[in-house]
């Protein structure tokens, strides 16, 4: 024990400037990025040097003992891989968890946000953000001999990471679960390969090893189809008993060939089972359109826009207009998610509102009526706003929405997420109140549907 705390004192001596000057940026990109009506784009070089330095301090601490090669002094010392393993766990957890959770939490405070309760929260994000950026750097280190070979090894799986999205771009509807899959598989596969490093120093394998993991982990959210995503979805969700209602007789088919059209099906469609206040929304169609001569095709395109009562199938123009006057069969594969009854909150413009369970929010006029909220780690729930007073030049209600700023994924650098919204305002709205609904994802669930002799 003395031996591990005075390589774990050896190590901090030796590397507290770097250290500290790397947790000042932290602090400094965390408070910014944090910081109300703050345009996140004028910040976002700050990460990557947050990211930078990170990189380096935590290779310079690493390769202070270093694993290839046969020469390096600790060799000659009693002293076992366990308690060098740990000590370095110990650096990393005193001047690198600890500060970042520290860091969180006074950024979370000075936003007018609460910490005791969010504090959990923050730690495991602390323990995320060490397992999704440092632990990655230390398994390289591990494998490299110095600096440069450790930078060159970062430099080239961030490009295969970058080459594999852009060949296999993952759906939208899906990468919330396929990012917490593969991030889940790569802090578990890492954890091994810096285990067994240290146990056997086998550098070469260890490479080879590392190699394969980037290239697997890297490609796996992309390789999977959308499907296979959406059924791993579903093993987590639990059951829900909504079942579509539909009415054959109330489908409309048009065949129209005029110009800047394309044949059309609609389906009138609802839903039972749903409780009170529940709401549906469509994350994924997986169909197949079967002409009576037995020609298929799933090039047709399905929409649905949030709120609309119809199902819209948009069949490609050659397809249609060769099998005109024939009846087709639809089948096709929905996933939905289904939400709770919305919880409703009212802010007045040029007031701000706490949320309970959320965090806060608030309105201002600039020309435009804006609409913000502050929530710490993201929220999963669904968040829009609606305009209560009438528009006396159109008589209707002006709605807005208020754009989600990330996925609510572990490992965020900055800990208080903002959602910012806006509507064309004139002064007229200056007495008005914003509603707030919020909804929370409840089950992830799989419904199909066959229809038969769709005719125009």
Same mark, same amino acid.
């Given at each position: 024990m003395n031996l591990l705390l005075h390589i774990a004192k050896k190590d901090l001596r030796q590397s507290?400037?770097?250290?500290?000057?790397? @947790?000042? =940026?932290?602090? =400094?990109?965390?408070?910014? =990025?944090?910081?109300?009506?703050? $345009?996140?784009?004028?910040?976002?070089?700050?990460e990557t040097v947050v990211l930078v330095t990170w990189m380096i301090?935590?290779?310079m601490l690493w390769q202070r003992e270093p694993?290839?090669?046969?020469?390096?002094?600790?060799?000659? /010392?009693?002293? /076992?891989?366990?308690? @060098?393993?740990?000590?370095?766990?110990?650096?990393?957890?005193?001047? +690198?968890?600890?500060?970042? @959770? !520290?860091?969180?939490?006074?950024?979370v405070a000075a936003n007018g946000l609460p910490v005791a309760p969010n504090l959990p929260a923050l730690a495991?994000? *602390?323990?995320?953000?060490?397992? =999704?950026?440092?632990? $990655?750097? !230390?398994?390289?280190?591990?494998?490299?001999?110095?600096?440069?070979? @450790?930078?060159?090894?970062?430099?080239? +799986?961030? *490009?295969?990471?970058?080459?594999?999205?852009?060949?296999?771009? +993952?759906?939208?509807?899906?990468?919330?679960?396929?990012?917490?899959?593969?991030?889940?598989?790569?802090?578990? *596969?890492?954890l091994a390969i810096l285990i067994w490093q240290y146990r056997t120093r086998s550098t070469r394998a260890g490479r080879m090893v590392v190699i394969a993991l980037t290239l697997v982990l890297r490609a796996l959210p992309n390789w999977l189809p959308e499907p296979a995503w959406f059924a791993l979805q579903r093993v987590f969700s639990p059951a829900h008993p909504i079942q579509f209602e539909l009415r054959p007789e109330s489908i409309n088919f048009r065949n129209d060939f005029r110009a800047g059209f394309r044949p059309l099906i609609q389906i009138p469609i609802s839903f039972a089972g749903l409780a009170l206040g529940q709401t549906v929304e469509f994350?994924?169609?997986?169909?197949?359109l079967v002409t009576a001569g037995g020609e298929q095709t799933t090039d047709a395109e399905v929409r649905r826009p949030p709120g609309a009562t119809d199902l819209s199938v948009l069949l490609p123009r050659e397809f249609g207009r060769r099998h005109q006057q024939q009846p087709y069969d639809l089948s096709f594969t929905a996933e939905l998610t289904v939400y709770e009854a919305p919880r409703t909150f009212s802010v *007045?413009?040029?007031?701000?509102?706490?949320?309970?369970?959320?965090?806060?929010?608030?309105?201002?006029?600039?020309?435009?009526? /804006?609409?913000?909220?502050?929530?710490v780690l993201g929220t999963t729930d669904r968040v829009d706003g609606r305009w209560a007073a009438k528009d006396p030049a159109t008589n209707s209600l002006a709605v807005l929405s208020i754009a989600e700023d990330g996925a609510p994924l572990a490992g965020k650098l900055t800990p208080v997420t903002i959602l910012r919204g806006g509507f064309q305002a004139q002064s007229v709205y200056s007495n008005g109140r914003i509603y707030i609904n919020l909804r929370k994802p409840i089950a992830h669930v799989q419904r199909r549907i066959e229809l038969t002799g769709i005719r125009e």
């Open positions: 507290w400037a770097l250290l500290a000057a790397t @947790l000042a =940026l932290f602090l =400094l990109t965390t408070w910014t =990025l944090s910081a109300p009506r703050q $345009p996140r784009s004028e910040w976002v070089d700050l301090a935590t290779g694993l290839p090669g046969q020469r390096a002094y600790w060799f000659a /010392r009693p002293l /076992r891989w366990q308690d @060098l393993l740990q000590a370095k766990s110990i650096v990393v957890a005193v001047a +690198i968890f600890l500060p970042i @959770l !520290a860091t969180h939490a006074i950024v495991w994000n *602390a323990a995320m953000i060490v397992a =999704l950026y440092i632990l $990655p750097v !230390a398994v390289l280190a591990a494998i490299t001999r110095n600096l440069q070979q @450790l930078i060159l090894w970062v430099l080239a +799986i961030f *490009a295969a990471g970058i080459l594999a999205m852009q060949a296999y771009p +993952i759906a939208p509807q899906t990468f919330a679960i396929a990012n917490t899959v593969t991030n889940a598989l790569n802090i578990v *596969a890492l994350t994924g169609f997986h169909h197949t *007045a413009v040029g007031e701000s509102i706490d949320i309970p369970g959320f965090g806060r929010c608030q309105s201002w006029s600039d020309g435009y009526l /804006r609409v913000q909220c502050q929530t």
